[in-house]
């Protein structure tokens, strides 16, 4: 079991270039998360998804779009990334939203200058 | 808005000693979740907390819930250096609220 695994690892943007950072996980779970990670700001959330075929909006949605593509994939897309979205993102999944432990993927570090 | 804050902050400490960091949050929830964050690497679950009173241990970490209080407590006993790490707590209302983090450091 690889657990949740994201790609890309690091990635740099220039301002107003587009991106989508992947997610998957193989836990066979129904909910999936992204979140950033900003120093001194703890995690937040940006988008969930609570079963296949439905998304909502987190704490800080802005600037960000996502997909859940099937059960196992859920991406998050920056259409026109800016320097406030420098951060680390996190995927996360759980069995059900909400009350379920959620089990994290290794973060993508985000660069935009 | 729900506002979970953790405290201390930062935390250095020498080994052998004991110390707790506190969680304290806004509003009721009876679910409550601690994290370990090592430097440059993703987040472990640690202790699930799902009713008044729960306490949980593993090793030097013992955590427990007083949801009256608003309030949960990571205990750390005897610390070692592998404890370094920050320590993430949770609340679990529809969706989770994280705190800002302790940053542990065990000095030898």
């Known amino acids: 079991n690889a657990g949740v695994t994201q790609t890309p690892k690091f990635q740099v943007l220039k301002t107003g270039q587009s991106m989508t950072l992947q997610c998957a996980q193989d836990?066979?779970?129904?909910?999936m998360y992204w979140y950033r990670q900003d120093p001194g700001m703890g995690l937040r959330l940006i988008y969930y998804s609570a079963s296949e075929g439905t998304t909502d909006k987190g704490e800080v949605p802005n600037g960000y779009n996502v997909s859940r593509l099937n059960k196992r994939e859920f991406s998050l897309r920056l259409e026109s990334a800016a320097p406030s979205q420098t951060s680390v993102y996190f995927c996360?999944?759980?069995?059900?939203?909400?009350?379920?432990?959620?089990?994290f993927g290794p973060g993508t570090r985000l660069t935009v200058l | 808005e729900l506002k979970v804050e953790q405290n201390p902050l930062f935390l250095s400490m020498q080994e052998g000693k004991n110390y707790t960091i506190y969680c304290n949050y806004s509003t009721t929830s009876d679910r409550l979740y601690w994290y370990r964050q090592d430097p440059g690497k993703s987040l472990e679950s640690l202790f699930v907390?799902?009713?008044?009173?729960a306490v949980k241990q593993e090793g030097r970490l013992m955590a427990s819930l007083d949801t009256k209080a608003r309030l949960s407590t990571l205990h750390i006993t005897a610390a070692v250096h592998d404890l370094s790490a920050t320590y993430f707590c949770a609340v679990g209302i529809g969706q989770f609220y994280f705190g800002t983090g302790t940053s542990l450091t065990v000095i030898p």
């Open positions: 996360a999944s759980s069995e059900n939203r909400g009350l379920d432990t959620q089990y």
């Open positions: 907390l799902l009713s008044n009173g």
């Open positions: 836990m066979n779970h129904n909910s």
